[in-house]
């Protein structure tokens, strides 16, 4: 299991710096569908998506702290090893999230790109104020 949580720990590590932004696209793309095209889970997906997100940078955030202080007072390379494996022991089940669910971002995606392009009415000019009759 060790290997397992250090493998997906690293599988991840190229999606997450951008993550938010994919999920943000995501939630913007799902309001401007129309109900029909939304799947039920959508929106409880990307929920959990962004939960799992957050957990994972508390623990790296966590686990940062950890590495300072081990610069700071070295210990024995054994507990350090201990530490990030307890840290990716921790984010496999928000790992597993994204790896079970993060297929949404593409489903939403592959919704609004097939979606008709609803138009917006562009709003009128503004009247321009009459200019007084004595002036020119």
């Known amino acids: ?16 710096p951008g993550a938010r932004q994919l999920l943000a696209t995501a939630a913007v793309q799902l309001q401007h569908l129309s109900a029909g095209d939304i799947a039920p889970y959508w929106a409880s997906h990307l929920r959990e998506l962004n939960q799992a997100l957050d957990r994972l940078d508390e623990l790296r955030r966590e686990h940062a702290e950890v590495r300072e202080a081990h610069r700071a007072a070295p210990v024995s390379p054994e507990k350090f090893v201990d530490s990030v494996a307890e840290r990716n022991e921790e984010a496999w089940s928000y790992l597993n999230s994204w790896a079970a669910k993060g297929h949404v971002l593409l489903d939403v995606h592959a ?7 609803r138009w917006m009415p562009v709003p009128a ?3 321009v104020p009459a ?3 004595g002036r020119r």
Do not use: E, I
């Open 1 to 16: 299991m060790v290997q397992r949580d250090s493998q997906t720990w690293r599988a991840f590590l190229p999606v997450r």
């Open 131 to 133: 200019r007084p009759a």
């Open 111 to 117: 919704a609004a790109y097939k979606a008709p392009v």
């Open 125 to 127: 000019p503004a009247p």
